[in-house]
């Protein structure tokens, strides 16, 4: 059975590209996608001394607003995420969990300091949610340069792959609700 | 992917439950311990592929930790990570093996490159030690067969100056296995991962001599179009076979006593001094001692190669040896020229025995090698082997001009091949064009 997938809009209203992600995670998981509000308060995720939202308490947040336990949930969140270690992540999932989060922080042209791009964003963002919900779904990164599990710590990385998964990977997906 | 485990030892929940997940999201299994106590336990459930180890922890701190990894797994690969940087326990760290020292918190793309240059490296070294045991298989030297206690004894002595760097000196007639013995040296030796370069000194004429272990640059000599590199150089980690060592000429005796002194060298036409590092292996089949106090061969020369002797016995004292040497050449040949040849009649044994032998080794793998050429049964003959004649003309050696030998050996080789010059040409290692000559001096008929 077809596992439902929620994106929801934390910090913020839902962006004038919400239709276009949706739009792009549908070509790739074909499971029902709605578009869900998520009244998260991101207050104590943050950590002053970074400057930063903690990605873990971010998800765990997140997740008491999921709406049935069966489906899977990803938070798109504008500000910057790091977990301890890390100086920063793009986003965090569980990995066979009912969640993920992903940040859009970093994955917008003028954090480079360039002109603001609305069809950059909106690529980069659905390669994110797909990779982070590959996570949610139990997938692990893959070595294949194209696929969109492949692990992409720069941004650079995120435009080099691709935006569907390779054919290792899909079949993977298979019989775990990815329909 | 899924094979790689990794292990977090780290005293923060945080940093080890997020490492925890960011790796399991990169395909690993991974262990996380929260001090030293626990990462010492979760070592007996290893190996891991990667160590990450937080420098400050409360009770054993990061050092002490790596210190006692190391000792349950030298190989281990050990990032250490801290949020206190300071060169001084880098450098520490760094001398006591880690792979790599970083700063939390760290840059995602610096921990992912970090953790593949880690797993590349360790991927190579394993590599290594996979080729090294293959180069090991395949640098094997051919066997010597050593049933008599001679050579029992000659195997021994390879053994032990094997181990060593020690030049040494190998004795014997011509066709006794000198060079087999070389390659045994070189084979066991820790140089074996680098060739055995070998240089027949007694064939090559003095001036080819010098370009030919010395090498030289383009220009150095009418004729020497390129830079060549010469076999001392070539054998740089390995070992140099100089075989009929006692037949080289004052002026390279001068030249091979600098190199060994210094294992320094130029090449002809050049100031350059190269560095070689390379263990000595002579041969000679003249006595080196005699050839000093005629002071054809350099006294200082000789001290410095005879540091090893190794002395390989003629085949006539060692008869043990024949049959299973003729068992191994039959063998041999059995395959390279696909017949059934499996053995030797007991008359062929008894004339193998009595025959004194005098090329030794080589000469009865030739007389083998002849003898499955034109023997047609399961078992080699007497009338099969070129001995047999020789043997019962043993007592009259010197009553025939060589020239006489010459045409009666032709005329048997001949005969034994059916009148085919190609076979018998091949059998007496001359091509048809000297065979035909032959034939019309001595006026032999196919």
Known sequence: MAVPIHLAYVDGPTPTWADALVSGVADVFPNPIRTIAAPVDLGPCFVPSRQQHHATLVLAALLRHRPDSTSKIVGIVPVDLFIPVLTFVFGQAQLDGPGAVVSTYRLRSEFYGLPADEGVLVERAIKECIHELGHAFGLVHCDFYDCVMHASPTVDEVDVKGSEFCGHCASMLEGRGWE | MSDRRILIVDDELSVRSSLEEWFKEDGFKVETAEDGQAALRAMDRG?????????????????????????????????????????????????????????????????????????????????????????????????????SPMMEHVLEMVRTVAETDSNVVIRGESGTGKELVARAIHAQSRRRYFPLIAVNSGSIPETLLESELFGHEKGAYTGAQYRRKGKIELADGGSLFLDEIGDVTPKMQIDLLRVLETHRFTRLGSNQEIASDFRLICATHKNLEKLVEEERFR?????????????????????????????????????????????????????????????????????????????????????????????????????????????????????????????????????????YNKLKRYRLRR
Not at chain 2, 425 to 432: M, T
């Open chain 2, 299 to 435: 006294e200082d020369l000789f001290y410095r190669i005879n540091v090893f002797s190794i002395q390989v016995p003629p085949l006539r004292e060692r008869p043990e040896d024949i049959l299973p040497l003729t068992q191994f050449f039959i063998e041999k040949y059995a395959r390279a020229m696909g017949k059934p040849v499996r053995t030797v009649s007991a008359d062929a044994e008894a004339v193998l025995l009595a025959h004194r032998w005098p090329g030794n080794v080589r000469e009865l793998e030739n007389a083998v090698e002849r003898a499955m050429v034109v023997g047609k049964g399961p078992a080699l003959e007497v009338r099969d082997l070129p001995v047999a004649a020789q043997n019962g003309a043993a007592d009259e050696p010197q009553a025939r001009s060589l020239a006489a030998l010459e045409k009666d050996h032709v005329a048997r080789v001949l005969r034994d091949c059916g009148g085919n010059v190609t076979q018998a040409a091949k059998v007496l290692g001359i091509d048809r064009a000297t065979l």
């Open chain 2, 47 to 147: 190996p891991f592929d990667i160590i990450l180890l937080d420098l400050k922890m409360p009770g054993m701190d990061g050092i002490t930790v790596q210190k006692c990894v190391r000792e349950i797994d030298p190989q281990a690969t050990i990032i250490i990570l801290t949020a206190y940087a300071s060169v001084e326990t880098a450098v520490e760290a760094l001398k006591l093996g880690a792979f790599d020292y970083v700063t939390k918190p760290v840059d995602p793309d610096d921990l992912s490159n970090l953790v593949r240059n880690a797993l590349r490296t360790r991927a190579l070294a394993e590599e290594n030690v996979r080729l090294k045991e293959k180069v090991s298989e395949l640098t094997q030297a051919a066997p010597i067969l050593a049933v």
